[in-house]
């Protein structure tokens, strides 16, 4: 396998998975019409940090363990999206957009990171399709594996940024009753997640 095509395989799968509604893409919209148009990057740097430790562990043979594990890790995950979902619906509250407001609870990078690790199908899509993955690139070559990640990495970013710049340059357009309602809506979003998660745990 040749690293343009183990470059391509990895932005080909990284996209289908960034195209996916989920909570890390939900940390983006919630957080566009606050931070700027590049809210995305900073989201996705702290989805790939917490990808790049994930997949370093499964080639050192963590995948058994996260598989052996799906319950605890739905439950834990799913309880963990239900409290970053009521944050998110009471932050709405008295959420505006005027220069003034300061920064939201949760910065974009930490956003990342809690809606990557509280994701269940993420530990799992890991555990086996992107497990399976890396380990066929790396069967070719050290090289043939980093550019399979740095592929996949390619798909988030590009994804995720070009959804945060769209938000946010609708930002001038949104009052502050329209901003609250649709950080309302992410928030019941991940909270609705977060009980699927749940329910399949049991």
Sequence with gaps: MVLLESLLIGF??????????????????????????????RVAAGHLLVEGLLAGALVLGLAPLVLSQQPAIAVGGGA???????????????ATLAPASGPGRTGPFLAGVLTSVANPYFWLWWATVGGALLAVALASGPGDGLSFLAGHGMADLAWLLVVGAGVSRGRSLLPDRVYRGVLALCGLALMLLGAGYLASAF
């Design 80 to 94: 963990a999206l239900i409290v970053f979902g009521a944050l998110t619906i009471g932050g709405a509250r008295t």
């Design 12 to 41: 080909g799968v990284g996209l289908s998975g960034a195209l996916a509604p989920g909570p890390t893409l939900l940390a983006t919209i919630s957080g566009a019409v606050r931070h700027g148009p590049f809210v995305g990057a």
